[in-house]
Structures are given as C-alpha cells and as structure tokens.
C-alpha cells in the first residue's frame, strides 16, 4: 500500500516525538527532531532510506538527503551538537547522472 508523503511524515515525526519527547502533545510533533544518530537509525531501520547526498549550510549546519532504492527521500538538517531536525519527505526521488562533458 503506497503511503502519501503527508502519512509517511505523520508517522515519523509522531515516533519520533513519542521517543524523544514523551511530554508533547500530538499537535506539537510536526517537527521531527532528535538525535542524529537515532534519525539516521530510524531512516534506515524502518524506511530503507540512506544518506545519498550532503551539503554545508553554514559552520555549524549540515543539510543531508537520504534516499531509498523506493524513491522515498528525506531531507534533513543537521547541526554541530548532534540534533537533527527532518525538514521535508517525499517520493519519486532520481538521481540524475553527471552527462559528458558537463562540469561535475
């Protein structure tokens, strides 16, 4: 059964928060964020999903993609003291090969 990207989102940030954050109500869940390796844990454990790209926001501020061989993709931001926060997921993610003669 196909999940929408909002359910898929849902349910990661309501584990996420039942986890990390057993306090919060399920109002305040929508940002899912924890420990990096938790996350990266939670990604690969139960969505297949690895890190497949990684860029330097700022010096304290990473933002990483991870992809599955599914198509569904997370992206997340990660900073300096190890927390994590999953900004945005999705489907259909495709990696588009560098061509010859473009600049890599």
Known sequence: MKRTMLTR???MALVAAAIF???LGASQAMLA???RVDLVGFLSDHLSEKLSAVGK???STILEVYTADSGNWTLMLSDVSGRSCIILNG???ESIPVLPGQKT
């Open 9 to 11: 989102f849902t349910a």
């Open 21 to 23: 954050y057993p306090g």
């Open 33 to 35: 964020c924890a420990k």
């Open 57 to 59: 926001l700022d010096t």
């Open 91 to 93: 489907e259909s993610w």
